[in-house]
């Protein structure tokens, strides 16, 4: 039993090693011409309570549905569906 767990740990100390010395290769990303041709925008954003930020690209459509998003809320925020509030004497039964 101890000769298997002494195998063992040899097995991940020389797995470790081997990807100790493994250099990381970056995602490459599409060239930026081919994606300015198809309309594609890319910027980096980093969400709240993350420390890395990401690169988030977007398609015209996209960014229009996203420009739609925004002006349906400015519009529910600024235009009051229930009507003025009733004067503070006014009591309801």
């Known amino acids: 039993m ?6 063992t740990s040899a097995a991940v100390a020389a797995l470790l090693a081997s990807c100790a010395s493994m250099t990381v290769k970056p995602k490459s990303a599409p060239a930026s011409a081919t994606l300015a041709a198809h309309g594609v925008e890319c910027h980096s954003e ?3 309570g993350t420390l890395i930020a990401a690169t988030v690209c977007t398609t015209p ?9 925004a002006q349906q809320t400015k519009d529910v925020i600024s235009n ?4 003025p509030c009733p ?3 006014v009591q309801c039964h």
């Open 87 to 89: 004067p503070p004497n």
């Open 2 to 7: 101890g000769r298997a767990a002494l195998i």
């Open 61 to 69: 459509a996209e960014r229009k549905r996203q420009a739609d998003n």
């Open 46 to 48: 980093r969400t709240t």
């Open 80 to 83: 009051p569906i229930g009507g």
